[in-house]
């Protein structure tokens, strides 16, 4: 492999290796800790909700659908701990609360 072969190579990993998050990423990250339901990530999709676990390495086991005062959050159980998310897009018309398994 030649000098200029090598420069490349290297700068083509050191820049994947740098690449920021994507903005999503970033826009759900500050949104919320998902420690709780108060602090839930908030998303517009279920695929967003996906997208960062993915994206934090964890692996989704199990998932539960919880209505609070209309709004729906999704409580997904990984191999580590429980992540709480908002999904902004959905509300019901009359507040409600209840869970759904």
Do not use: W
Not at 7 to 13: E, Q
């Amino acid at each position: 492999m030649n000098f200029v072969a090598l420069v490349v190579l290297y700068f083509s990993f050191f820049s994947a290796l740098c690449q920021s998050r994507p903005t999503d990423i970033n826009e759900i990250l500050k949104s919320g800790n998902g420690h709780s339901i108060k602090t839930a990530y908030k998303v517009m999709t279920i695929e967003q909700e996906y997208k960062l676990l993915r994206y934090l390495k964890l692996k989704p086991l199990f998932q539960k659908l919880i209505i609070i005062d209309g709004y729906f959050f999704d409580a997904i159980t990984t191999n580590s701990k429980i992540i709480y998310f908002k999904l902004i897009t959905k509300q019901l018309p009359n507040k409600t609360s209840q869970q759904v398994i």
